[in-house]
């Protein structure tokens, strides 16, 4: 094995794994717990739902579109750096939202400030993890997305009972300090190997070329538009991943407050986010290793479909009933196909993008997703607002991630039938050609051996 390999399949790589699930738990898993403060946060600040929605979503929104920014980072300071100044961010951001006395307040606090800070923690962590990994990336993406579905399970139950103590601002508060492991978590990502050569010049022989040309390159370099333009893959699975999050994310918010508004008790309903995300910690692994397998190579992206489609139709199940026993049983299932989505989505995007390229992919993909992320929970508050029926809203979700799980699907569909037709023509046009050559020397059998010895004899005469 090349020295580079062992030093990226070594032990150490699992330390780095095991700061990586921490990360993640602490950022991915956090926005599933705002739920549980929705009613507190609408009755302090007299907001309606769709008010009181443009929290989360601006939240999750900068977790995904602090994308660009991380890769700029992550490319001049390291991801050990990016990590630890996203915990420090999220942290303060927190912190100055405990004090906020508006919404507005705590859009740019809680919100704008935190969800930057987590994305950088979580975006770099998600980078590092690419470069200390090669055999074993799915494995290793599998159980890092592990450390959301502990994410997931602790913090509704933390935050329940912080919030019956504490209040809301003392909940944030302490939430300020828990978010500050994240500086402990990129302390451990030593960088794996020397620095690649990159494919664009340095900022001093850029400079030398103007200022327009030096920002194209900037963004050719840390928002991948040419892959987009030019891999199909890529740009079905980014538009594809960019639908489904408007539905995928709508019932992290809502579930809470509807149970609650079915009579289920606060504390029963805090548990059905914690029994979704303890389903995720045995899931996801499974997943990884399943999807992991030699025969599923080049195929991960139509578990990835299959997982989308089980989860939308899954969002079906509350609307038939919002019995505690009822929902229970839609947190298993849901369980299993977001298992599936935290899983392979990024393993997904791995397989499809070289990893020259990923960092910069990986800003494009994620700041397109924050648009739609940001738009998803509001309209969702303000369908709620219109119709005060939570049902409409599991419809919108089911809706969105149905169409797109078909979407994905059959966009790679053709795209492999294509791709595979051009094969095939193209071993076509060898053999012909092939053929037609052996069929013009077998015409003209004997005409450079006469040539040959008619020069010889010459010779010989002479």
Not at 172 to 192: D, E, K, N, Q, Y
Not at 237 to 245: C, I, K, R, S
Not at 330 to 345: D, F, K, N, R
Not at 439 to 449: F, V
Request: proline share 4%; with cysteine.
């Amino acid at each position: 094995m090349p020295r580079a390999q062992e030093r990226v399949e070594s032990s150490w790589s699992w330390v780095v794994l095991l700061a990586t699930m921490v990360s993640q738990g602490l950022t991915l898993g956090f926005p599933t717990c705002i739920g549980i403060f929705f009613a507190d946060l609408q009755h302090d600040f007299q907001a309606s739902n769709s008010e009181t929605s443009w929290f989360p979503s601006i939240q999750i929104s900068l977790l995904h579109a602090g994308g660009p920014i991380c890769s700029m980072l992550v490319e001049h300071f390291g991801c050990r750096v990016t990590v630890m100044l996203g915990g420090v961010l999220a942290s303060l951001g927190m912190v100055a939202g405990s004090f906020s006395h508006s919404l507005s307040q705590l859009y740019i606090t809680a919100g704008f400030i935190t969800g930057l800070g987590m994305s950088f923690s979580f975006q770099a962590g998600i980078t590092v993890l690419g470069h200390y990994f090669s055999y074993h990336r799915t494995l290793a993406n599998a159980l890092a997305s592990a450390g959301v579905s502990i994410g997931i399970t602790l913090w509704p139950l933390l935050s329940r009972y912080l919030l019956e103590v504490f209040g809301w601002r003392g909940t944030f508060l302490i939430f300020g300090g828990v978010f500050l492991h994240c500086c402990v978590c990129g302390a451990v990502m030593r960088p794996v190997a020397p620095k690649t050569e990159s494919a664009y010049l340095p900022p001093n022989k850029v400079e030398e070329q103007g200022c327009l040309l030096t920002c194209g390159r900037a963004v050719q370099q840390h928002l991948a538009f040419d892959v987009f333009l030019q891999n199909q893959g890529y740009r079905f699975y980014t538009l594809g991943v960019v639908w489904m999050l408007m539905g995928f994310t709508v019932p992290h918010i809502f579930l809470v407050p509807f149970a609650m508004n079915n009579n289920v008790e606060e504390h029963k309903a805090a548990l059905l986010i914690s029994i979704i995300g303890f389903s995720n910690i045995f899931l996801r692994p499974m997943i990884g290793l399943v999807a992991g397998r030699s025969v599923f190579a080049g195929h991960r992206v139509y578990l990835f479909t299959l997982a989308v489609l089980l989860n939308g139709l899954s969002n079906l199940i509350c609307v038939i009933s919002a019995s505690f026993s009822v929902l229970v049983f839609y947190c298993l299932v849901y369980s299993i196909s977001m298992s599936g989505i935290g899983a392979l989505l990024f393993q997904v995007l791995m397989d499809i993008v070289p990893m020259n390229r990923f960092s910069s992919a990986l800003g494009l993909f994620t700041i397109l997703e924050s648009f739609t992320v940001l738009i998803s929970p509001p309209l969702a508050g303000l369908l709620l607002d219109t119709t005060r029926n939570f049902s409409y809203i599991f419809y919108m979700s089911s809706f969105f991630l149905i169409s797109a799980a078909f979407f994905i699907g059959l966009s790679f569909f053709i795209l492999k039938k294509k791709e595979k037709k051009q094969v095939i023509d193209r071993v076509h046009e060898e053999l012909t050609l092939e053929k037609d050559l052996n069929l013009k020397c077998t015409e003209e059998p004997g005409t450079q051996p006469h040539s040959t010895i008619t020069y010889v004899t010459y010779v010989t005469s002479v």
